[in-house]
């Protein structure tokens, strides 16, 4: 993956810690779904990452073990090896990445647990609450809507600038309605996909 | 890797964590079994396997860190631990799903990067990629059915469907414009179709 250098600032980092305290508290439903976001201001807007290593970051947690929303922090460690020079660049390149990594995962995780915390026992005592079920319910065909929105942009995201290449929406449609209708096991799936990856298939 | 043998327990005493430590062994062992999502682990180990959680506490817990921000199964950690170990407790759970799978990760990152050259690397990752988009809309696609017993009908949910999808997807409306606007709306419809 070509990396590509950038100069980041104290105010950058600042702003992005704080553009990740934000979208914590919009993760309704799983951190996955600020991932069009999470393109929008990484990718388009601030060009801190490609499109290869927003998209690889993405995709390597979702092939590694663990929590999905481990991919924020392999975002914020390429911003901070970018920021360094690349990974060859050396230890400083390192430890701007783990920086990077820390910037992204506390700002990810902790306006969300800290309201998670206080507000569960809350909610619990209070879930016969008008308010509480008009929340709870109002909101499942919206983050309905993201998660179908989330999977479009991330399949969107694998394409390069040149013609649209239909391999990969192929691929992407069939991953969905496989998932969809029967019980594979994901990790079946991944792995057909990174083997029609690597015989060129798409 | 268990610290006690489950189903030794006797039926009078129900099993529950014995420490913090307990708690964050538990959930990293969970995360690490969990690839491509750890949901259906935290059901099998804490509902299955170790019994700390009934069936009922599992789904009503799983609603509430469904609706709140954040990641799921850290918000159902994170309560989980809180409910035994009080703040330590959760800290420990969440600490236990994050730390070990964060190493494993960066590791496979650093893999990533000296293959990356690679062309075929670069494209079981792009293949991968492409994967991992349908695993989450499909995610999505299969919540549909339980739309239809919302208050507002089924019709009104697949217009906001719709509606998130295209302001999202397509016309790249910043996130958090779309669920003040369209959430707003839903909830606020809602409140009125459930009054008493």
Known sequence: MSHMTIVMQWHDWLALFGQYLLLSLLSISGAITTVPDMHRYLVAQHGWLTDAQFSSSVAIAQAAPGPNVLFVALMGWNVG?????????????????????????????????????????????????????????????????????????????????????????????????????????????????????AIGFV | MHPSPSGAAAPSDPPQPKSPRDLFVSFTWLALQGFGGVLAIVQREMVEKKRWLTPEQFLEDWAVAQVMP????????????????????????????????????????????????????????????????????????????????????????????????????LLKIPLGWVLLAVGGVACAWTWRRIAP
């Open chain 1, 81 to 197: 090896l970018n920021a360094g020079g690349g990974i060859g660049a050396g230890p400083g390149a390192w430890l701007l990445g783990f920086f990077g990594l820390l910037v992204t995962m506390v700002g990810i995780m902790l306006p969300s647990t800290t309201l998670t915390y206080l507000a569960t026992r809350w909610g619990h005592r209070n879930r016969d609450r008008r308010g509480v079920r008009a929340f709870k319910q109002g909101m499942a065909p919206v983050v309905v809507g993201l998660l179908i929105a989330t999977g479009w942009v991330l399949a969107a995201g694998n394409h390069s600038g040149d013609a649209p290449a239909w391999h990969l929406w192929l691929l992407s449609a069939v991953a969905t309605l496989v998932v969809w209708r029967t019980r594979v096991h994901l990790l079946w799936l991944l792995g057909a996909g990174a083997l029609l990856g």
């Open chain 2, 70 to 169: 954040g990641p799921n199964v850290v918000n159902l950690a994170l309560m989980i631990g809180d409910r035994y170990f009080g703040l330590r407790g959760g800290i420990a759970a969440v600490a236990g799903m994050l730390a070990i799978p964060l190493v494993v990760i960066l590791m496979l990152a650093v893999l990533y990067a000296h293959y990356a050259g690679n062309p075929q690397v670069a494209g079981a990752l792009r293949g991968m990629g492409a994967v991992s988009g349908g695993l989450i809309a499909a995610t999505g696609i299969k919540l549909i059915p339980q739309l239809r017993k919302h208050p507002l009908g089924f019709a009104a949910c697949l217009v906001f469907v719709a509606l998130v999808f295209g302001a999202i997807a």
